[in-house]
């Protein structure tokens, strides 16, 4: 029964996922640069790397509903992204225009959160340490 959900939730993730097409990628790889992109990987791991990191910050799916075999280690993309956020990579591509206007706005609420929960986070940390002492 569980392997049915899992699958059922991998099925719908890939319906509503995000797919750049190549127009669309071409211009995201234009406005970036190629420093932006460059990894170990190839292109195509950069792409799917960018087509999963969009359906969730867009709010279509959850990284742990996202196919592996589509869009590879959602840990590993997850990763990534907070890189790609701390490095101001997300909010050049929103101010380059590479991206629709109605994600923009998504990608910068879903931005938005994560510095809050980064700050919680940091916070708790801190409170947990100086009650040590």
Same mark, same amino acid.
């Given at each position: 029964?569980?392997?049915?959900?899992?699958?059922? #939730?991998? #099925?719908?993730?890939?319906?509503? %996922?995000?797919?750049?097409?190549?127009?669309?990628?071409?211009?995201?790889?234009?406005?970036?640069?190629?420093? %932006?992109?460059?990894r170990?990987?190839?292109?195509?791991?950069?792409?799917?790397?960018?087509?999963?990191?969009?359906s969730?910050?867009?709010?279509?799916?959850?990284?742990?509903?996202?196919?592996?075999?589509?869009?590879?280690?959602?840990?590993?993309?997850?990763?990534?992204?907070?890189?790609?956020?701390?490095?101001?990579?997300?909010?050049?591509?929103?101010?380059?225009? #590479?991206?629709?206007?109605?994600?923009?706005?998504?990608? %910068?609420?879903?931005?938005?959160?994560?510095?809050?929960?980064? %700050?919680?986070?940091?916070?708790?940390?801190?409170?947990?340490?100086?009650?040590q002492?």
């Amino acid at each position: 029964m569980e392997h049915d959900h899992a699958a059922m #939730a991998a #099925a719908n993730a890939r319906r509503r %996922a995000i797919a750049l097409d190549d127009g669309e990628w071409e211009a995201f790889k234009r406005a970036l640069g190629e420093p %932006a992109l460059v990894r170990a990987g190839s292109e195509r791991d950069d792409r799917r790397f960018v087509d999963a990191a969009l359906s969730v910050m867009t709010g279509h799916c959850y990284w742990t509903d996202l196919p592996t075999q589509d869009y590879g280690n959602w840990v590993s993309n997850y990763r990534r992204n907070r890189r790609w956020m701390a490095r101001g990579v997300w909010l050049r591509a929103l101010r380059s225009g #590479a991206l629709p206007q109605a994600w923009a706005q998504r990608i %910068a609420q879903y931005a938005q959160r994560q510095d809050q929960e980064r %700050a919680r986070r940091s916070s708790r940390k801190r409170e947990r340490l100086l009650g040590q002492e």
